[in-house]
């Protein structure tokens, strides 16, 4: 029976999009993350009867067909790139961007990554790194003994020194962003890498040239909306209890099926 | 005799090709821009006997077959997404995409934008505007998309719009005659032609969920199971009467 594996096809969509907002919820206190959502499409019919077939030898055509469908397939699970609402931390080195853009970060494998993740930190030399220690890029190094870090809208990281009265720039920060964002791909830790679907990264400077502006002393929460992902969950348990009885009626019709002419 | 076990037959087959259409719908209740199908049956008779010289005029047998499956084409809830990328259409009108196969139509729009800026939907197919793709620039921010369909950006520094396209809508005489290609996708056979839309409503960040009523395809899942159920102890009772009727016949007495 057919129903058995459409149904199928039904739970198992279903138990994906639970997976993507479980996820969602575990992450909804994640610095710079950006909410995933299961995206699903029906699967490809079988015409018993094709619309537009002749019927008869006098040309009429049938106005609609018999067509079966065969379930439904998971397309991808896209992630909204919406901007998360901004929390002010008032930690010099938390910073969160205010539209496009990521932070880029070497990895230690010598590549870059990207990350809207502002929480910034210093480690032994002084240089900005991200909270797993890899440096932001460019490397910016905070000199020793300097206080009162100032991060403006651009990404300009200035200092004041000990005996000067005026700031010192000591860097900075860039932005990179992409055509396609959401065609990055996570490698956990808040990073992304770029793909050949999010096409090549664009460096450029903070509030220029439609990338987004920082502020420093906040920190980008999830874009994850609690109520949403609620809701979503119980249609998605709902769809998959629904599913599950599709099945057990194609069960019962079997069974029905083979108690006969004992 | 045998015709009881034919109708009921015939029957039965409807009722579990009735049942694929509601699994089908059922699986797809959370498909984006997902139009139900249901399923329409028609009487077949099969013409009685040649002989029509009976004191009573011999009766047809009335069959079952499956005469069509039709798309329901009712609106679907939106969500508000708030995703800039997100529409629902308000209205009867469809996207069209540019498919591998040729132009296609569709109501899913979950649309995203690929690594060279063009607008296509989840799988990819690239989006078509009223005169060609529509491409983003990477300096792009703040896309707008209008109720008629414009899309226009925000440009770098700029502080006025930039007009990046207008999605092309278009609907059908008789939206009935597309074919569901799976994908989301409907094509349209030979000879119809799509009309420009005008009437129809873009709404951005919100997305059409599945029309699929769930209390509706509960209910004739119940009513199908029955049914079944039903025919089934019917088929078994014109057995038990076959039986006996054979062992009455055949008992020689003594």
Do not use: C, W
């Not at chain 1, 249609?235 to 099945?247: D, F, L, P, S, T």
């Not at chain 2, 896309?143 to 999605?167: C, F, H, P, W």
């Not at chain 2, 009523?213 to 078994?236: D, F, G």
């Amino acid at each position: 029976m057919r129903a058995l594996y459409t149904a199928a096809t039904g739970m198992a969509a279903q138990e994906l999009n639970v997976q993507v907002i479980s996820n969602n919820i575990a992450n909804m206190r994640t610095t710079g993350y950006k909410k995933q959502r299961a995206a699903f499409q029906d699967l490809i019919y079988d015409h018993v009867r094709r619309v537009g077939a002749q019927a008869s030898d006098q040309g009429t055509i049938l106005p609609v067909g018999v067509d079966i469908g065969g379930g439904v397939k998971t397309v991808g699970t896209p992630r909204l790139m919406g901007q998360g609402t901004l929390s002010p931390t008032g930690n010099d080195l938390d910073i969160a961007i205010r539209g496009e853009g990521f932070f880029k970060i070497q990895v230690p494998d010598g590549t870059y990554a990207y990350t809207r993740d502002g929480s910034f930190m210093m480690d032994a030399q002084g240089r900005v790194v991200t909270a797993q220690g890899n440096p932001v890029q460019p490397t910016i190094t905070i000199p020793q003994n300097s206080s009162a870090i100032t991060i403006n809208a651009q990404g300009q990281v200035t200092v004041m020194l000990p005996g000067s009265t005026t700031p010192t720039l000591v860097g900075q920060i860039g932005l990179t962003r992409f055509i396609n964002k959401a065609g990055l791909n996570p490698i956990g830790d808040n990073l992304f890498t770029d793909t050949p679907a999010s096409g090549t990264p664009q460096d450029g400077v903070a509030n220029t040239d439609g990338f987004g502006d920082m502020q420093q002393g906040n920190l980008e929460q999830a874009n994850v909306e609690v109520v949403t992902e609620i809701s979503d969950l119980i249609a998605a348990q709902r769809a998959y209890e629904m599913n599950a009885k599709v099945i057990s009626a194609a069960d019962q019709m079997l069974q029905s099926t083979s108690n006969m002419f004992r | 005799m045998e015709n009881m076990l034919l109708v009921g037959l015939s029957r039965k087959m409807t009722l579990e090709r009735q049942l694929d259409v509601v699994a089908n719908n059922v699986a797809n209740i959370n498909t984006t821009g997902f139009k139900a199908d249901r399923s329409l049956f028609e009487e077949y008779l099969r013409s009685p006997a040649h002989e029509d010289n009976f004191m009573h005029a011999d009766r047809r047998v009335s069959f079952v077959h499956d005469r069509a499956t039709y798309h329901d084409f009712a609106a679907g809830p939106s969500e508000h997404t708030k995703n800039p990328l997100d529409i629902a259409i308000d209205g009867k009108a469809f996207l069209v995409v540019q498919t591998a196969a040729g132009e296609r139509y569709t109501r899913d729009g979950g649309l995203q934008i690929n690594n060279q800026g063009q607008l296509v939907t989840a799988s990819g197919d690239l989006v078509q505007g009223t005169s060609g793709p529509i491409v983003f620039q990477p300096t792009d921010k703040s896309i707008n998309i209008a109720a008629d369909g414009n899309i226009t950006v925000v440009e770098g520094t700029g502080r006025t719009d930039t007009v990046r396209g207008k999605l092309r809508l278009v609907s059908f005489a008789d939206p009935q005659k597309l074919v569901k290609e799976g994908g989301n996708l409907y094509s349209a056979g030979q000879g119809i032609v799509p009309q420009p839309d005008i009437t129809s409503r873009v709404n951005q960040g919100y997305i059409e969920k599945s029309n699929v009523n769930s209390v509706h395809e509960m209910s004739r899942l119940i009513e199908i199971t029955r049914t079944y159920t039903q025919i089934s102890a019917m088929l078994q009772q014109q057995h038990d009467l076959h039986r006996t009727a054979v062992e009455k016949l055949a008992d020689v007495p003594a």
